[in-house]
């Protein structure tokens, strides 16, 4: 299975498939509209205006710490364009940890392990994917998009 093999739904329940993306770069960040780490949004919108022509931003929603993703598929989106300004691609609500692991989830921990091995530790861990397919790095959920821009730029570069 690759990368590209892939696929999750948009918050409208349309598919989205991976292979969309092939010769781009993907940034994977489980998000949630309520936490403390939330003002990464308008860093991760940035960077998708910055590189939206090499450069995918995906987020996806994810209820599984402290209950912070009290959005639903519904309402979403326009919180996070309202109080973030987003227009990076969203998806639908997923789990990132547990028996409901999202595939896309289950395959970047696979490949990128963390310092918890396969689970994810927080909102906004983020996955570099780079436009070959392969998972390029993870970072932590206090890694601030500013500081993943550097890899961003290598993965596009080659």
């Given at each position: 299975?690759?990368?590209?093999?892939?696929?999750?739904?948009?918050?409208?329940?349309?598919?989205?498939?991976?292979?969309?993306?092939?010769?781009?770069?993907?940034?994977?960040?489980?998000?949630?509209?309520?936490?403390?780490l939330?003002?990464?949004?308008?860093?991760?919108?940035?960077l998708?205006?910055?590189?939206?022509?090499?450069?995918?931003?995906?987020?996806?929603?994810?209820?599984?710490?402290?209950?912070?993703?009290?959005?639903?598929?519904?309402?979403?989106?326009?919180?996070?364009?309202?109080?973030?300004?987003v227009?990076?691609?969203?998806?639908?609500?997923?789990?990132?940890?547990?028996?409901?692991?999202?595939?896309?989830?289950?395959?970047?921990?696979?490949?990128?392990?963390?310092l918890?091995?396969k689970k994810?530790?927080?909102?906004?861990?983020?996955?570099?994917?780079?436009?070959d397919?392969?998972?390029?790095?993870?970072?932590?959920?206090?890694?601030?998009?500013?500081?993943?821009?550097?890899?961003?730029?290598?993965?596009?570069?080659?």
């Amino acid at each position: 299975m690759s990368f590209y093999d892939l696929s999750i739904n948009t918050p409208a329940g349309q598919p989205l498939n991976m292979s969309d993306y092939k010769n781009k770069a993907v940034l994977i960040v489980n998000t949630a509209t309520k936490c403390g780490l939330a003002p990464q949004f308008d860093a991760l919108e940035k960077l998708h205006q910055n590189y939206r022509d090499d450069l995918v931003v995906l987020g996806f929603p994810c209820d599984q710490f402290a209950n912070q993703e009290p959005e639903t598929n519904d309402t979403v989106v326009e919180a996070c364009r309202i109080n973030h300004g987003v227009t990076f691609q969203l998806t639908e609500k997923i789990d990132v940890n547990g028996e409901n692991t999202h595939p896309i989830f289950e395959y970047l921990k696979d490949e990128l392990g963390g310092l918890l091995g396969k689970k994810v530790k927080w909102n906004f861990t983020k996955f570099l994917v780079a436009p070959d397919g392969k998972p390029f790095k993870r970072y932590a959920p206090t890694t601030t998009p500013d500081k993943i821009e550097k890899d961003i730029k290598k993965v596009i570069a080659k």
